[in-house]
């Protein structure tokens, strides 16, 4: 159900009536600028016919305009914080206009609606009677690159997205995850990599699969399969094995790392022919050998 109107111009005219009851102009000029504000409601509540968000804009210009003839005209917003959403966003955001009094701006929803932007992760709104307000956000930092349904979304570290992909200099090192639900575990994966930075520098992009687990795309094509559990514990025997065998430099194609007790190794298509070749001239050999 829509509210009513008049349940907003109560309050509102409540707050006027307090206000320009203790302010300069005194309670005659206040009262007269009352029964205005009334006036003015009335008349048009009576054509808008129940239109209530119409009535609504109409309720709170009415009061600014009150509010600014008593000396209340916003005339200074200091904003502290932001980076990547502009002044000029965080104005409309929070609703600011050259228009706007103090009296009636309702911080606690000024904040919400700024905080509903994605680039904002916090935000605090102080007014400081009878002309200024203080906005101060802090912004939520780029993490990750997220590549899903074929779009690339920088998204931050609660997986929230927060831009499309651009080659913004800032962009162009982050780890990138791939896959739905991808965003929800990017923290997981990114700081299971950063403990084993050798590792991490090989790898291109890290795939959720059925949002259970992750495999890692490697840059020389191999993919290494992890475990739903344990996920620290098999890049520190992924990074032995290298360090060891050489596995990452070899030709394969698939490291399986799911098994808890065994890694399964795949040969690259070119290297499994090799090797079919090879078992195939061993064989011939063999038969034409001496009897």
Do not use: C
Request: net charge positive.
């Amino acid at each position: 159900m829509e509210p009513r109107p008049t349940s907003r111009l109560s309050l509102l005219l409540r707050r006027l009536t307090v206000r320009l009851g203790s302010s300069r102009l005194g309670r005659r000029s206040a009262s007269l600028l009352t029964i205005a504000v009334v006036g003015g409601f009335s008349a048009y509540g009576i054509m808008l016919g129940g239109h209530a968000e119409t009535a609504k804009g109409i309720v709170i210009d009415v009061a600014d305009a009150a509010g600014n003839v008593a000396g209340f005209k916003v005339k200074e917003v200091n904003i502290s914080g932001h980076n990547h959403v502009t002044p000029a966003e965080i104005l409309e955001t929070a609703g600011i206009k050259s228009s706007t009094s103090i009296l009636f701006l309702n911080a606690d929803e000024m904040r919400a609606r700024l905080e509903a932007l994605p680039w904002i992760q916090s935000a605090s709104v102080r007014k400081f009677y009878p002309d200024r307000i203080d906005i101060a956000v802090a912004e939520r930092q780029a993490f990750a690159l997220w590549q899903v349904n074929g779009e690339l979304k920088v998204i931050a570290r609660d997986g929230i997205p927060i831009a499309p992909y651009s080659d913004d200099p800032r962009y162009v090192q982050l780890p990138i995850v791939v896959g739905e639900g991808a965003q929800k575990k990017v923290g997981e994966v990114v700081d299971a990599l950063a403990r084993v930075p050798a590792l991490r520098d090989q790898v291109r992009a890290a795939i959720r699969v059925a949002e259970r687990r992750w495999t890692l795309k490697m840059r020389n094509g191999i993919d290494v399969r992890l475990p739903e559990e344990g996920l620290d514990e098999a890049l520190v025997a992924l990074m032995d094995l290298d360090r060891e065998k050489k596995l990452l430099s070899r030709d394969v194609s698939i490291v399986d790392l799911r098994l808890p007790d065994r890694v399964v190794v795949r040969l690259s298509d070119a290297a499994a022919d090799a090797r079919a070749q090879m078992l195939k001239a061993r064989a011939k050999a063999k038969k034409g050998g001496p009897a």
